[in-house]
């Protein structure tokens, strides 16, 4: 099973800052990773797949980077409504489909 | 807009059986991977089961293989999750989710299970 590691698991910011959130596979995924973006009392959004396409909908400032083992979500000028937690998925190597930790991105 | 919504959570006594549902519509069901994610709470997300669009291909995570049985009925766009044998630990946020290209596009709003005596 690939293990997903998530950091930091909290991340304070202001908005108008760059936010850059960090995600480990335990081994080789090429860029078969998404990102979803989870606010308190609902369902989590598909932000990216591919490591780096955004979803539909999703604004520019949301951008995926990365490939192998090491992947970066970056959001750009921090907005009120992108405070909210973030999982990186791989889906290279599955069954399980595996999810990182985390990282709860909040308000400084 | 795909729409999906979960039905069926509730309270259970730890060795009982629940059976959770998810009406799909805005999409063609039969042409959906569908998959179930399930949230403790306070926690992070865990895969727990993938359907394939005839059924005939289903996959389990290891922690509820044997206890919990995806299935589908495409002609009323419903996908189900049977789950016997409820254990504390199983106490969750069940979502159900279509696969997009192996990564979960659409989600329902959950279902919660409580397993408790």
């Known amino acids: 099973e690939i293990v997903m590691t998530q950091s930091p698991a909290t991340l304070s910011l202001s908005p108008g800052e760059r936010a850059t959130l960090s995600c480990r596979a335990s081994q080789s995924i090429g860029s078969d990773l998404a990102w979803y973006q989870q606010k308190p009392g609902q369902a989590p959004r598909l932000l990216i797949s591919g490591a780096s396409v955004r979803a539909t909908g999703i604004p520019a400032r949301f951008s995926g980077s990365g490939s192998g083992t090491e992947f970066t979500l970056s959001i750009t000028i921090l907005q009120s409504e992108d405070f909210a937690v973030y999982y990186c998925q791989q889906y290279n190597d599955w069954p399980p489909y595996t999810f990182g930790q985390g990282t709860k991105l909040e308000i400084k | ?117």
């Not at chain 2, 805005?26 to 359907?51: C, D, H, V």
């Open chain 2, 1 to 117: 807009q795909a729409h999906l919504v979960e039905s069926g959570g509730g309270l259970v006594m730890p060795g009982g059986s629940l059976r959770l549902s998810c009406v799909a519509s805005g999409f063609t069901f039969n042409t959906a991977y569908m998959a179930w994610i399930r949230q403790a709470p306070g926690k992070g997300l865990e895969w727990i089961s993938y359907i394939s669009t005839t059924g005939r291909t289903i996959y389990y995570a290891e922690s509820v293989r044997g206890r919990f049985t995806i299935s589908r009925d495409n002609a009323k766009n419903s996908l189900f999750l049977q789950i016997n044998s409820l254990r504390a630990e199983d106490t969750a946020v069940y979502y159900c989710a279509r696969e997009v290209g192996n990564s979960f596009a659409y989600w329902g709003q959950g279902a919660l299970v409580t397993v408790s005596s």
